[in-house]
């Protein structure tokens, strides 16, 4: 079943590179009494994810701050160790956004937005989307229909949806 605006977030244990390797994040924790951004998408180093989709949340960044947001998360089917190289060479991670591998797509799959596409080595993988999340509640939810896209799933476009 796709997660819907109105419903909570199921939990999930996410992974982060920590200084000393590879650390759990329970995500509920991260959720739990705060005002949070999280896109997901198909998959890092990829090129509409890279030239468009996290560009899209670096360039609105201080904006959702300003706005009260906690945190902006990007979430993606990949490992840990591809996520923490991805947020660097974007400079994601400078900016503030925490990179999170869904390393087996459980949470990508409870929430619905899991596909594949098998010819392109994509299986399990995100589809695009953003949403806002209070105290783990969706509030907006904004999903693309194609994975090659990103207008729906925009930084700006949610940003828009917030006034």
């Known amino acids: 079943m796709t997660i819907t605006t109105g419903d909570t977030l199921p939990n ?3 992974l982060q590179m920590g200084g000393e390797g590879p650390e759990q994040i329970v995500l509920a924790e991260k959720l739990t009494g705060r005002k949070v951004v ?10 509409t994810c890279s030239t468009a989709h ?3 949340f ?3 960044y201080d904006q959702f701050m300003e706005k009260g947001v906690d945190e ?8 840990p160790f591809v996520m ?4 660097e060479s974007t400079q994601a991670t400078d900016t503030g956004i925490t990179m999170l591998a869904d390393a087996e797509s459980e949470f990508t799959k409870a ?3 899991n596909f594949s596409a098998a010819p392109v ?3 399990d993988r995100s589809k695009r989307y953003s949403m806002l999340v209070e105290d783990g509640t969706v509030l907006i939810l904004n999903v693309e229909e194609s994975p090659g896209t990103c207008e729906i799933s925009a930084g700006e476009t949610l940003l828009a949806a917030m006034e």
């Open 54 to 56: 996290v560009p899209s």
């Open 58 to 60: 670096m360039v609105t």
């Open 38 to 47: 999280i896109f997901g998408l198909p998959g890092a180093f990829t090129g």
């Open 72 to 79: 902006i998360i990007c979430i993606a089917v990949n490992d």
């Open 84 to 87: 923490q190289a991805w947020g």
């Open 121 to 123: 080595g994509f299986v």
């Open 111 to 113: 929430i619905g937005m």
């Open 12 to 14: 999930a244990t996410l």
